[in-house]
Structures are given as structure tokens and as C-alpha cells.
């Protein structure tokens, strides 16, 4: 089988980590990598910080982006990669060290994985899962709550000078880009099934 690398992306609380759980259990442990964009953000104490002083995790320059391409490449070539999990300064979640395996059909997740030229060029297709912007903040403030252990007030102050702005700049623009707009107000099982029929037909 042709190696095969899907783009998968979308603003902030747009639904992707549920959409890949979701494709995940439709594809029923088939052999696909899945990379997650979150995993490849720069220390913090390396991170930008706005006017405020609150550091904005919400651009580009927040990820190291040459690293995960770096891996990409080292995947294509059948190469495994040790990977941590980054965590955002949860203090209480421990970050996990795992492997990410080779496999015929890698699919990247993220905010800005079409930001980067060099990036953008390894897809053979490209996500973009969408959502309504009000739905989109109510996802933000439950996972940035439980899994990032941020108040109410940070979150709030982060989506309005930091995720809308970015969304606005980094990532829309490449929404008419994409081979396939998922619009994921709330369910997105179709576009689950669809994805992992055409994925299906590449073994």
C-alpha cells in the first residue's frame, strides 16, 4: 500500500479530538497513526506572551513545527518515534511517554498543520472540521476546565484575545483549501464513515 498522510484540522473546540476518537473506533485497530499537533508545542517558558503577560499557546510560532515534520518524514521511512505528551502545566495530569509506530496511513491533527508550507505539501488530503463559533467556546471552556485545569476567567479572556484572533488569521483561510469540509455542529458520524471507507479502499 501507498503511504498515505490526511490533514486534520479546524479552530479550537471545533470537535476534532472527537471526531478521531470516533474514526479511531470506526477503523476498528486498522494500522494508522495518528499524530496530534499537541504533542509538538515548545516549553513553556518559551512561549509569547501577550500585552497582558498570559501566554498565548494560540500561534504558530508555539509549535515546533520542524520537529513534527521531522517525524513525519522519519515515519514515511518506517521509522518509530518517541513521543511525550505535553501537558499545558496541568499540575494534575501526568504526561505519558509513547511510540508512535510506522504505519501505511498516518493522519495529522491540529491547529496551524496547514500554516507551514513545508508542512501543507506532505498531505494527500486535507481536513477541516468546522463548527459554530458558540459551540465551539462551550467545548473550549469544558476541556480547558477538566483538562487543563484553567478558571472560567482564563479561559474566557484566552478565547477572546487569542483563539478567535488566531482562528480569524491562522487557520480559516485554509477552510477553502480543504478536500473535504466537515461541519460539526454535532454529529459528525457520517463524515466518520465516509473517511474510514475511503481509507478502507487504500489496503
Same mark, same amino acid.
Given at each position: 500500500m501507498k503511504l498515505m498522510i490526511i490533514g486534520v484540522s479546524g479552530g479550537s473546540g471545533s470537535g476534532k479530538s472527537r471526531f478521531l476518537q470516533l474514526? @479511531? @473506533?470506526?477503523? *476498528? +485497530?486498522? &494500522?494508522?497513526?495518528? #499524530?496530534?499537533? =499537541? =504533542?509538538y508545542y515548545h516549553a513553556r517558558d518559551l512561549q509569547e506572551k501577550d500585552e497582558n503577560g498570559v501566554i498565548n499557546f494560540d500561534l504558530p510560532s508555539s509549535v515546533n513545527h520542524k520537529q513534527l515534520i521531522d517525524d513525519i518524514r522519519a515515519l514515511s521511512k518506517g521509522q518509530s518515534v518517541h513521543k511525550k505528551e505535553y501537558t499545558f502545566n496541568n499540575s494534575l495530569k501526568t504526561a505519558k511517554e509513547f511510540i508512535l509506530k510506522p504505519n501505511p496511513v498516518i493522519i495529522v491533527e491540529g491547529l496551524f498543520v496547514?500554516?507551514? &508550507?513545508?508542512l501543507r505539501k506532505l498531505y494527500d488530503v486535507k481536513l477541516f472540521i468546522d463548527a459554530p463559533d458558540n459551540v465551539k467556546l462551550i467545548r473550549r471552556i469544558k476541556r480547558d476546565q477538566n483538562e487543563r485545569n484553567y478558571p472560567i476567567e482564563d479561559v474566557l479572556y484566552r478565547y477572546e484575545h487569542h483563539?478567535? &484572533? $488566531?482562528?480569524?488569521?491562522? #487557520?480559516? &483561510?485554509y477552510l477553502s483549501q480543504a478536500d473535504m469540509i466537515i *461541519? *460539526?455542529? +454535532? =454529529?459528525?458520524? *457520517? $463524515?466518520? =464513515?465516509m473517511l474510514s471507507a475511503y481509507i478502507a479502499t487504500k489496503w
Open positions: 474514526l @479511531k @473506533k470506526s477503523l *476498528n +485497530d486498522k &494500522p494508522v497513526t495518528f #499524530i496530534s499537533q =499537541d =504533542d496547514y500554516h507551514f &508550507p513545508e483563539v478567535m &484572533p $488566531a482562528f480569524e488569521q491562522f #487557520i480559516k &483561510p *461541519n *460539526n455542529h +454535532d =454529529d459528525c458520524l *457520517n $463524515a466518520v =464513515d
